[in-house]
T-cell receptor, first 111, second 111 residues
Framework: QKEVEQDPGPLSVPEGAIVSLNCTYS??????FMWYRQYSRKGPELLMY????GNKEDGRFTAQVDKSSKYISLFIRDSQPSDSATYLCAMSDNYGQNFVFGPGTRLSVLP | DGGITQSPKYLFRKEGQNVTLSCEQNLNHDAMYWYRQDPGQGLRLIYY???????QKGDIAEGYSVSREKKESFPLTVTSAQKNPTAFYLC??????????FGPGTRLTVL
């Protein structure tokens, strides 16, 4: 079993849809959870950063962490064509020694 | 303007040549990382450094070498021993134990 699982997609949605992106993980020591957005041929940029369980909202983006289920989600409301990118989840333990990325989900938002 | 810079953006290598990819950060971060990303694939860790004059192998270090003589610089050399070096190379940095921030990447192609 891989340490972090993420559906690679591609996921295609119409403009304005609510998008749900998910990752599951196996290491219960993970405490920090991140979502990155990567446009084609660019470096990943940090979107959301959460610690432990709970929700965090930033504009159209909401990150959720359920540590009991070892499951994290990123919701995008009112999706736009400019949201078309690959979304990578990432997580690390309390000491930042074990930093792991998911393989990424490719999202296309169609106008 | 704080951030991470990588150069060159595109690099071409002939068979049997060593090439060096540059990574510089002015974020005053202690830790720096090198990743390789192949088309449709996730990030794979090549080397990382938590402190000046110290670095550790990642998952795919064979055929690569690094140095960390200055806090702000972490160059990666792709040696002729790396049999399949064509890929997108990403440099990242972080404050110890905190999230990682990425540079724009270098695309290396072997001719």
């Amino acid at each position: 079993q891989k340490e972090v699982e993420q559906d690679p997609g591609p996921l295609s949605v119409p403009e304005g849809a609510i998008v749900s992106l998910n990752c599951t993980y196996s290491n219960s020591a993970f405490q920090y959870f991140m979502w990155y957005r990567q446009y084609s041929r660019k470096g990943p940029e940090l979107l959301m950063y959460t610690y432990s369980s709970g929700n965090k909202e930033d504009g159209r983006f909401t990150a959720q962490v359920d540590k009991s289920s070892k499951y994290i989600s990123l919701f995008i409301r009112d999706s736009q064509p400019s949201d078309s990118a690959t979304y990578l989840c990432a997580m690390s333990d309390n000491y930042g020694q074990n930093f792991v990325f998911g393989p990424g989900t490719r999202l296309s938002v169609l106008p | 303007d704080g951030g991470i810079t990588q150069s060159p953006k595109y690099l071409f290598r002939k068979e049997g040549q060593n090439v060096t990819l540059s990574c510089e950060q002015n974020l005053n971060h202690d830790a720096m990382y090198w990743y390789r990303q192949d088309p449709g694939q996730g990030l794979r860790l090549i080397y990382y450094s938590q402190i000046v004059n110290d670095f550790q192998k990642g998952d795919i270090a064979e055929g690569y070498s690094v140095s960390r003589e200055k806090k702000e610089s972490f160059p990666l050399t792709v040696t002729s021993a790396q049999k399949n070096p064509t890929a997108f190379y990403l440099c990242a940095s972080s404050e110890a134990g905190d999230t990682q921030y990425f540079g724009p990447g270098t695309r290396l192609t072997v001719l």
